[in-house]
C-alpha cells in the first residue's frame, strides 16, 4: 500500500466508526467502544507509519507525501482536493493521533464503562454514583467523530478541506460540550462555544475567498511554497496600508482567535468546561484550539511574507504578536483567581495558546510548533489527570454523602495519598507547564519562544510573556498544593480514592511524552548538554518553510529569566499554598482585595459582551428586524395600502355606485311606480265610463281629423 | 227612391239609441242590446251604401254577414259571461262588477 | 420508448395533472387508497425525470428534449418546452420533492381527495414553469401554480390561514400583474413570445416604442427599465427579496407541513429561476446598472432574514425565515453575475451563479427537511412555540440526530450541501461585491445563532416535564421521506461534482 493511500486513510476509520455507532451499533455500549477505540487505534498505526515515512524521507519538506483529485468544479476551474504530509503535518499527525487516542482510552474509564446503569441517571445529565453514562454510546460516537475532523485537518493539503475539518470539529466540540445537555449551564456554554468561534470562522471564510481570487488556488503547496506568488501577495496594496498577504492572514488569524480561543474571543473556552473532561482534554489539548495555531503554523510563509528575520515586524505580525503576548498575560491573571479545577486548565491553555500566537507573530515558526507539540502532550496529561481528580472527588463525595462541588480545589487536598499516580502524572505535567528547568517538555519549548521574543528584538513581548511565565508557574503550584498537598479539606476528599487503570494508563504514556518530547528539541548550543542530542525538531520542521528560518543563537539572559521565572513561580506557588487547612481561604483573596474580585469575574468580559454584542443583537433580532421593521413597517405598510384599497372601495361604493348607478335604476322603477299611482284613478272600473271615454276620444279624432286638418 | 239620407238618419238614430243604452243603463243584459243596436246600426249604414253607391261588388253585404257573424257570437259570449258573474255575485250591475279596479 | 425519449417533458409535465384526475376519479371514502395512489402516481415523473437527469447530456449546447407544438398561433404562441443545466436540476428537485411532501400528509385527514389532487396538480404549476420556452406559457404556468396552494393554505392551514393564504395570493399577484404586461410589451414588439428568438433579438432591440396612440415616443432604453424592473419585482416578490418577504412568514407557517415543503423547497426557486433565465439573459444592461442595488437587497435579506429568524418564538416561523436569510445567497450571487456580465471578472461570477443555482437546489433539499421536521414535532406536542418544548432529546434521539442533521446543513457546516453552495457564492461575489459580501457574513453568523436557538429550545436543557411519557419519537414513514432528503445533503456536500457537472456547463454558457 502506498504511503499516499495510507494518508487518505488515516481520517476515514473513526468516520466509519460514527455513522455504524450512530446507525446501528449504539444499542451496545460493548460494540461502540470497540469501534470507537478500534477505528483510533487503527488511525493511530497509519498515522504512525506515515510519520515514519515522513521522518525518513529525505528533504520532505520539498518533496511531501501528497496526492489529490479534482472534487469542486468552479467554473473554469476545478478545485482539487487532496492530502499532503509535509514536516508540520507530520509532526502534528504524531502528537494528535497520541493524544486522541489516549483520550479515547481514558473515555472508557471516565463514562464508567462496565458499570451497571444507575436507574435514577437521566440522558443527558451526568451519572450521579458511578454509573455508566446512559448516553455512553453517543460519546464515542461524538468524539470519534471528532476525531475524524482533525485528523482531515491535519491531512487536508488545502484550505478548504482544513476548513471542513475545521468545522466539523466545531459542531462536534458543540456537541461534545452540551453532551450533558440536561444542565441548563451545558446549554448555554455549547451555544456560546460554537457562536463565539463562528465569529472567527466566518472571516475566515472571508480570507478563504480573497485568498482563491488572488491566486486561483487554495492548495497549500502552490501557495506557501511559491515564492512569486508570496511576492505578489505581499506587494498587491488591499486597504488600509495592508498589503493582500497581510488583509488574508488577518482574516485567517481571525480563525485562530476563535479557534484557539485568543482575546478577544476567549470566552467560550472556560465555559466549555461544562462537557465531560476528555472532551476539555480533546478541546483543549489534543485538537481544537490547536487547530487554530496549526493554521496559522501553516499559513506562516503567507502571514510572515514581505517580512525577514531581523527585520521589523510586518502590520499584521505585530497584531498577531501583540495579541498572542496580551492573551498569554491575560488569560494567566485569571487562572491565577480561579477555583475550579479545570477552570484554571482553561485559562492556562488560552495562556500558553498566547504563548504559541505570540511566537508566529514574531516570526518563531520552529518555537511555536515546538510549543504546540509539547503543550498538546502535557496539557492533555493535566486534563485528564484533573478529569481523575474529579473523578475521584465525585466517588468520594459520593462515598461520604458530603455533596460539595467535586471541581473546587477549596474542597481537596490532601490527595496526593489517595491517588499517587494521578498525583505523580499531574505533577510532571504541571512542572512541564510550568517550565521546570531542563528535565520536562514545557522548559525547553517555552524557553525557545522566550527566546526567539529576545532574539528578534522584541523586549516588550519578551516581557509580557516572561511575567505570563512567572504567573503560569505561580497558578500551577497554587494548583497542585490545593489539590495534592496538605489535609483534605472535606469529607469527600477524605474518601476519594485512585482511578482505574484504564484511565490511569493514558495518563501514565502522556507524562513521558511530557517529559521526553521535549530532549528532541534541545538548541545546539546550550550550554553543558547541547549537541550531546540532535536538535531533531528544528532540522525536521525548518524544512516546513521554502526559505529556512536564521538560527536564533543561545544567548544567556532568556535562559537566566525562563530559569528565574519558573523556579520562582513554583517557589512562591508552594510556600503560600503547600497547607491551606480545612476551612480556611485562599491568601490571595486577602492580597489583592478588589483586584482578587476583578480576575475571579474573569475582568467581567462576559458581562461586557452580553451588554455589547448578546443583548444588542437580541434587540436587533427580535424589536428591530421583527418587531419594528417586519411587522410594523413593512406589514404595516402592506396592511396600509389593504385598508387603503378598502376605504377606496368603500368610498367609490358610497360616492359612485350607490348615489349613481344603483340611483338612476331606482329612480326609473320609482318614477314608474309613482306614474302608475297617478293614473290609476282613471282605472275606475266602470265600463261605461271607459266606453264614454272612448267616445269622447274617437269624438276628438274624428273632430280633429275632419275638422282641424283639412 | 228613397234617399240615401233617409237610411243614415235612421241608422244614426238607431245607434244612438244603441249608445243610450251602452252608457246609461247599468244592467249588463241592457248593455249587451245596447251593443248589438249599434252593431245592426253599422249594419244597415253598410247595406245602403252598398246598395246606393256599388251595387255591382258585394262588399258592403260581406261585411254585413262578418258584422252578424261577430254581434252573434259576441252576444254568445257575453250572456255566458253575465250569466258566469250572475251565478258568482248574484248581480248583473255592471259597476258592481269591479274585480279588476285598482 | 421511442415515444417517451421524444415527448419526455411532456410526460413529466402532464403526468402530474393526469394523476390528479385520476385522484378525482376515486371514491372520496377510500382514504387509503387516495393516499397510496397520490404517492405511487407521483412516483412516475420521479422515474421520468430521473431517466431524464441520466439522459441529459451536459456537454451539448442548448435546450435539450426540446418540443413544440403550436398552440396559439394568432399571438405566435407556441407550447415550447426545453430543458437545460439550471431547469433539469430544478425539475428534479421538483419531482423529488413532491412524493415526499405527499408521504409526509399522512395527517391530513379531512377532504382528503381533494388535498391530493391539489397536490398534484400543484406539482404540474411547478414543473410548467421550469420546462416552458414560452412567455405566455411560462406565465400561464406561473399563475397555475398561485391557486393549488392558495387552497392547501386556506382549506387545510392552521389558525391565522386566512390571512395568509390572503396575503400569499395578493402579494404574487401584485408581483405578476407587472409581469404580464411586461411579457405583452415584449410579446408584441418582437413579435413572438418564444423564449428563444427572444432572448436574441430583445436585449439589442432599439427601435423606439410607440404606445398605442399615444401621440409621444418612449425611449427603449426608459421601456426597457420600466419591463426590467417589472420582471424584477415579480420574481423578488417570489424568492423573496428583502422587504417583499414578509408574506413568507405567515404563508409558511400557516401552510400543513407538505405545502411548507413545496413552498420553500420549490415556490421560492420560481423566482431566482426566473431571475437566471429571463431576467438575466433578456435584459443583461439593466441588470448590469441595478446589481448593486439588487445586491444590496440580497444583503439585507440575509441579514435581516437571518436576525429575523432568530428574533422568533414560533419553531416554524423561524425556519420559514431562515429561507429569506439563504434565498438571499441566491440573488447576492444572481446579482454578482449581473455586475460581472462581460467583464473581467466573470469567470468569478460564473462560480457565483453556479452557486446560485446550487444554492436553490440545497435549500430545497434543507429547508423541505427543517419543516417536515417541525410537522412532526407539532404533530405530537400541538405547538410551535419554541419556549414549550425544552429537552426533547431523549424523548426522541432519532429525530433530535435527524434534526441536527438537517440543521446543519441549514447552517452551513462544510460536509453538507449548504456550504458548498454558500462558499461558491461567498467566492464568487468577493471580487465583485466585496463590501457586500462582507457584510453577509453577519448573517451567515447570525445563521448559527438562529439555528442553535431552535435546537437548543427543542432539544436541550432540562426536559419539560409536560411531555414526559409522550411518544414524541418520529415514526418510520416520516424516516422514509426525510431520509432520501440526508442522503441528498450529504452527497452534495461530499462530492459536489456529480451536480455541478449539469449545473455548471449552461451555467458558464450563459454568463461567461
Known sequence: ?710 | MIPLSWYLILAAALFCIGMYGVLGRRNAIAILMGIELMLNAVNINLVAFWRYLSPQVIGGQVFTIIVFAVAASEAAVGLALIISIYRQRSTVIAEEVDLMKW | MEFVNSHLLSLILFSPAVASVIILLIPAGRVRLIRWAAFLLSLVPLALSVYLWQSYDPSASGYQFVEQQGWYAAVRSSYHVGVDGISVSMVLLTTLLTPLAILISWSVQERVRAYMALFLFLEMGMLGVFLSLDLLVFFIFWEIGLVPMYFLINQWGSANRNYASFKFLIFTMAGSLGLLLAIQLIGLTVGTFDLVEISQVWPAFELPLKVAGLPIQIPTETVKIVAFWAFVVAFAIKVPVWPFHTWLPDAHTEAPTAGSMILAGVLLKLGGYGFLRLVLPLYPEQSQAYAGALAGLAVLAIVLGAFGSWGQTDFKRLVAYSSVNHMGFVILGVAAVAKAYGTLSASEAVIAANGAVLQMFNHGLSAAGMFLLVGVIYERTHTRDLAAFRGLFPLAPVFGGILIFTSMASLGLPGLNGFISEYMVVQGSWPIFTAYTAIAMIGLLITGAYILKAIGSVLHGPLNEAWAGHAMEINRREVLAIVPLMILILTIGVWPAWILRVIEPTVTRLFG
Open chain 1, 1 to 710: 500500500m502506498s504511503t499516499e493511500l495510507l494518508v487518505w486513510l488515516i481520517p476515514l476509520p473513526p468516520l466509519l466508526a460514527f455513522g455504524l455507532i450512530i446507525l446501528r451499533a449504539h444499542r451496545s455500549n460493548r460494540v461502540s467502544t470497540g469501534l470507537a477505540v478500534g477505528a483510533m487505534v487503527l488511525s493511530w498505526a497509519m498515522g504512525l507509519v506515515v510519520f515514519g515515512q515522513a521522518v525518513a524521507t529525505e528533504h520532505l519538506g520539498d518533496h511531501p507525501i501528497a496526492s489529490s483529485i479534482p472534487w469542486l468544479p468552479l467554473g473554469p476551474d476545478v478545485l482539487e482536493m487532496g492530502v499532503l504530509i509535509d514536516p508540520l503535518s507530520a509532526i502534528t499527525l504524531f502528537f494528535v493521533v497520541w493524544t486522541c487516542l489516549a483520550i479515547f482510552v481514558y473515555s472508557i474509564g471516565y463514562h464508567n464503562f462496565g458499570k451497571a446503569r444507575d436507574a435514577h441517571d437521566k440522558p443527558g445529565l451526568p451519572p450521579h454514583a458511578g454509573g455508566i453514562d446512559p448516553l455512553y454510546a453517543r460519546f464515542f460516537a461524538f468524539i470519534s467523530l471528532f476525531a475524524f475532523g482533525m485528523l482531515t485537518l491535519v491531512v487536508a493539503d488545502n484550505l478548504l478541506l482544513l476548513f471542513i475539518g475545521w468545522e466539523i470539529m466545531g459542531l462536534c466540540s458543540y456537541l461534545l460540550i452540551g453532551f450533558w445537555f440536561g444542565k441548563d449551564s451545558a446549554k448555554k456554554a455549547m451555544v456560546k462555544a460554537f457562536m463565539t468561534t463562528r465569529v472567527g470562522d466566518v472571516f475566515m471564510l472571508l480570507g478563504i475567498a480573497a485568498l482563491y481570487i488572488s491566486t486561483g488556488t487554495l492548495s497549500f503547496s502552490e501557495i506557501l511554497r511559491n515564492p512569486e506568488t508570496l511576492h505578489h501577495l505581499a506587494e498587491t496594496p488591499a486597504f488600509l496600508g495592508l498589503s493582500m498577504a497581510g488583509l488574508i492572514g488577518l482574516l485567517l488569524f481571525a480563525g485562530t482567535v476563535g479557534k484557539s480561543a485568543q482575546f478577544p474571543l476567549h470566552v467560550w473556552l472556560p465555559d466549555a468546561m461544562e462537557g465531560p473532561t476528555p472532551v476539555s482534554a480533546m478541546i483543549h489539548a489534543a485538537t481544537m484550539v490547536s487547530a487554530g495555531i496549526y493554521l496559522i503554523l501553516r499559513f506562516f510563509p503567507l502571514l510572515s511574507a514581505g517580512w525577514h528575520p531581523g527585520e521589523p515586524l510586518t502590520t499584521t505580525m505585530v497584531v498577531i504578536a501583540a495579541i498572542g503576548a496580551f492573551t498569554a498575560l491575560f488569560a494567566s491573571t485569571i487562572a491565577v483567581a480561579q477555583n475550579d479545577i479545570k477552570r484554571v486548565l482553561a485559562y492556562s491553555t488560552i495562556s500558553q495558546l498566547g504563548y504559541m500566537v505570540a511566537a508566529v507573530g514574531v516570526g518563531a515558526f520552529i518555537a511555536a510548533a515546538f510549543h504546540l507539540v509539547t503543550h498538546a502532550f502535557f496539557k492533555a496529561l493535566l486534563f485528564l489527570g484533573s478529569g481523575s481528580v474529579i473523578h475521584g472527588m465525585e466517588h468520594g463525595a459520593h462515598a461520604s454523602h458530603d455533596h460539595v462541588d467535586p471541581q473546587d480545589m477549596m474542597n481537596m487536598g490532601g490527595l496526593r495519598r489517595k491517588m499517587p499516580w494521578t498525583f505523580w502524572t499531574f505533577l510532571i505535567g504541571g512542572l512541564a507547564l510550568s517550565g521546570f528547568p531542563l528535565i520536562t517538555a514545557g522548559f525547553w519549548s517555552k524557553d525557545e519562544i522566550l527566546a526567539s521574543a529576545y532574539g528578534g528584538n522584541q523586549p516588550v513581548v519578551f516581557g509580557v510573556l516572561a511575567l505570563a511565565a512567572l504567573l503560569t508557574a505561580f497558578y500551577t503550584a497554587r494548583q497542585i498544593g490545593l489539590t495534592f498537598l496538605g489535609e483534605p479539606r472535606s469529607d469527600a476528599a477524605e474518601h476519594a480514592h485512585e482511578s482505574s487503570r484504564v484511565m490511569l494508563a493514558p495518563l501514565v504514556v502522556l507524562s513521558i511524552f511530557s517529559i521526553a518530547a521535549g530532549w528532541a528539541g534541545i538548541k545546539g548550543d546550550f550550554p553543558f548538554i547541547g549537541g550531546s542530542i540532535p536538535n531533531w525538531v528544528e532540522e525536521f520542521l525548518a524544512g516546513a518553510l521554502v526559505e529556512h528560518p536564521a538560527e536564533i543563537g543561545f544567548t544567556f539572559p532568556p535562559l537566566l529569566t525562563s530559569l528565574v521565572v519558573a523556579l520562582g513561580g513554583l517557589g512562591i506557588g508552594w510556600l503560600v499554598y503547600r497547607r491551606i487547612p480545612r476551612g480556611g481561604t485562599d491568601p490571595l483573596v486577602r492580597w489583592l482585595g478588589p483586584v482578587h474580585r476583578i480576575l475571579r469575574n474573569k475582568y467581567y468580559f462576559d458581562e461586557l459582551y452580553g451588554f455589547l454584542f448578546v443583548r444588542p443583537a437580541y434587540w436587533f433580532a427580535e424589536t428591530f428586524t421583527y418587531a419594528w421593521v417586519d411587522r410594523r413597517v413593512i406589514d404595516g405598510i402592506l396592511h396600509a395600502v389593504g385598508r387603503a384599497s378598502l376605504r377606496l372601495g368603500g368610498w367609490l361604493r358610497r360616492a359612485i355606485d350607490v348615489p349613481v348607478v344603483n340611483g338612476f335604476g331606482d329612480w326609473v322603477g320609482e318614477s314608474t311606480k309613482s306614474a302608475g299611482r297617478t293614473f290609476r284613478v282613471i282605472q275606475s272600473g266602470r265600463v261605461q265610463a271607459y266606453l264614454a271615454a272612448a267616445l269622447l276620444f274617437t269624438g276628438l279624432l274624428l273632430s280633429f281629423l275632419l275638422l282641424v286638418r283639412p
